[in-house]
């Protein structure tokens, strides 16, 4: 009786998603996902919800999306999750399943309503002509949901304006009646340039460029006097180079896997968020999880790889993802500000930042740190402006 | 066993081999794009060894009466010779590709057959097409074909897909060194069951 009570139980579950403001699902753009579970038995539920939805295209390559949120439900107990969920061109319905003991319970599917281009909205009371209106205790603390709005109109607000609205303006570009002491500005190429040419650690030239000149210059003559009969000093020559290029071989093995530069661009004028980049490149495949929420800042043309997990545990978010050999990543959050241990040093910002980062410049102080996490080295770079 | 005298006429093919495949290994290195740079030297490698191996082939009939045996042993060795080579290079691109060992050992079983194949195919076209122009149209231009038409359909038929494959580890890879190992196998089976009086020049 008890088992066919549990059993009841594991498929009594009932989940309803809702992805954007509205509804309507904002492209590029990280948009707000409700997702409701409730548990309509008399037994508590302990398990996991996965959200996926696949972007791209069979043509320009595909990539999937994860989401992993444990949830405890008491008996008959109903509850609301409010998670920030990347919408990109392809995606045209997320899946929802639950999982109780590693095995799937349940699974619906909900089909996304694609908007190309970002929204227009109002915070009320009063309320104004626009797509989206919202009331004040909709605003979202985290200000990545409201990456979604182009323009938010809203009175003079009973209290201060909220963090989320003022970071959504400096660093995602959001219009409203707050001005901004400046805009971030994004560009694509001269980043995606200069993390191309990232490499954990360059080619021992000073061993490299000799040993092959030697190499293709004492070639020759062991060549002809092979050719002449004499096969032994040839097979010597070669086993001593072969020997040399197979202990160059496991010395670089033990390199560094991944080089990666972390960016953060903190505003005075937002003190409890900041914007931060983390671009990374690797020597051989490898899997990085970061934490936090991160989501993909310079989507490639071909979006085959680009695979994004977020798990939600006792720290919070993290973000897993593999890095192909070769092929760069960048991706963004939007967090509270890091505490650097040892403190950064100033510095001049380095040019490749000054042309990827529109920003005033001239008003800017920049710090510079070097993080090692275990093959990882990071180079970070911490932006201050007003 | 007695180690094979090189023929005097393969000399330079050789050296030229080797000259050019160190040019290709530093310019690959030297490529400023990761994705180029990490497939470059291996496109390089295999279209070279491959003229190498025609080469080798075609030099081999010129050699000198010998018996079957003989001529496959020294066709063999002059293939791995080709392949020990570009060892030193091949295994400086391990590294600074992050290649595994499994995948650096089954691209030099793929090499081996590559280059031992296109030998077999060099020393067939001299014995059947004897006017030179012919054969030379024949030689190259099969090569081409070979080498190139696969990579546009991405058939793992031609060593420019094939040893990329291998050095990633993706499937077509693998696929690509059985068609290569099966296609030299058969040569050889194809060598000593042949007509011996036309052959064993």
Redesign the interface.
């Known amino acids: 009786m008890i088992f066919l009570l549990w059993a009841f139980c594991a498929f009594a579950l009932e989940t309803k998603v809702e992805v954007g403001w509205g509804g309507q699902a904002v492209v590029s753009a990280v948009n707000p996902l409700w997702l409701s579970v409730s548990n309509s038995h008399p037994a508590p539920f302990s398990g996991e919800v996965r959200i996926s939805g696949k972007i791209g295209s069979p043509w320009r390559g595909e990539a999937l999306y994860h989401l992993k949120l444990p949830v405890f439900l008491a008996p008959y107990a109903r509850a609301r999750f409010l998670v920030p969920w990347p919408v990109e061109l392809g995606m045209t319905s997320v899946f929802v399943s639950v999982f109780s003991e590693g095995r799937e319970i349940s699974s619906t599917a909900a089909e996304l309503f694609l908007n190309p281009g970002r929204l227009h909205g109002a915070i009320g009371p009063p309320f104004r002509p626009a797509e989206i209106l919202l009331s004040p205790a909709e605003i979202p603390k985290d200000p990545l949901l409201l990456w979604p709005f182009s323009r938010l109109d809203f009175p003079p607000l009973p209290q201060d304006i909220p963090d989320a609205i003022k970071a959504w303006s400096v660093f995602l570009g959001g219009e409203s009646t707050w001005e901004p002491p400046f805009r971030l500005g994004i560009r694509p190429e001269p980043l995606s340039q200069h993390l191309?040419?990232l490499?954990p650690s360059p080619?021992l030239w000073p061993a490299?460029?000799p040993g092959?000149f030697l190499?293709?210059l004492l070639?020759?003559p062991l060549?002809?006097s092979?050719?002449?009969?004499r096969?032994g000093y040839l097979?010597v020559f070669?086993a001593v180079?072969?020997s040399?290029?197979?202990f160059?071989?496991?010395?670089?093995?033990a390199g560094p896997?991944v080089a990666a530069y972390l960016v953060e661009v903190r505003s005075s004028s937002v003190p409890r968020f900041c914007l931060e980049l983390w671009g990374g490149?690797s020597?051989?495949g490898e899997e990085v999880e970061l934490p936090g929420f991160w989501v993909e800042a310079l989507p490639e043309r071909g979006w085959e790889g680009l695979d994004l997990e977020w798990a939600y545990g006792p720290d919070g978010w993290r973000t897993r993802f593999s890095l192909a050999?070769?092929?760069p990543r960048v991706l963004l959050r939007l967090a509270p500000p890091q505490v650097f241990s040892p403190p950064p040093a100033k510095t001049a910002p380095p040019a490749w930042l000054v042309s990827a980062l529109a920003l005033p410049w001239d008003q800017a102080s920049v710090e510079h740190i070097v993080l090692h996490e275990g093959r990882r080295k990071t180079e970070g770079f911490i932006v201050f402006l007003p | 066993m007695k180690?094979p005298?090189?023929?005097?006429a393969?000399?330079t093919p050789?050296?030229g081999f080797?000259?050019l495949c160190?040019a290709g290994?530093?310019a690959a290195?030297l490529w400023?794009?990761?994705?180029v740079?990490?497939v470059l030297f291996l496109h390089i490698l295999v279209f070279l060894q491959g003229i190498l191996s025609l080469q080798i082939g075609e030099a081999e009939y010129g050699y000198g009466p010998l018996s079957l045996r003989a001529r496959l042993g020294r066709l063999l060795f002059f293939s791995f010779l080709g392949l020990?080579?570009a060892?030193?290079?091949?295994?400086?691109y391990?590294?600074?590709?992050?290649a595994s060992w499994p995948s650096f050992f089954a691209s030099l079983a793929f090499l081996f057959a590559h280059g031992f194949g296109w030998t077999l195919v060099g020393y067939a076209l001299a014995v059947v097409v004897r006017w030179e122009g012919l054969r030379f149209l024949a030689k190259y231009g099969g090569f081409l074909v070979v080498s190139l038409i696969p990579v546009v359909f991405g058939w793992p038929a031609s060593g420019l897909t094939v040893l990329p494959a291998l050095w990633?580890r993706r499937e077509m890879g693998w696929l690509g060194l059985a068609l290569y190992l099966g296609l030299s196998g058969v040569g050889v089976i194809w060598w000593w069951r042949k007509p011996k009086r036309s052959w064993a020049k």
């Open positions: 191309r040419g490499r080619p490299l460029v092959i190499y293709l070639l020759g060549l002809g092979f050719s002449r009969g096969a097979l070669l180079f072969s040399f290029a197979l160059y071989s496991v010395y670089r093995e896997g490149a020597w051989r050999p070769g092929r | 180690i005298v090189l023929p005097a393969l000399v050789f050296h080797a000259i160190g290994l530093l290195l400023p794009d990761p994705l740079s990490r020990a080579l060892l030193p290079f091949l295994l400086v391990r590294a600074e590709t992050a990633e």
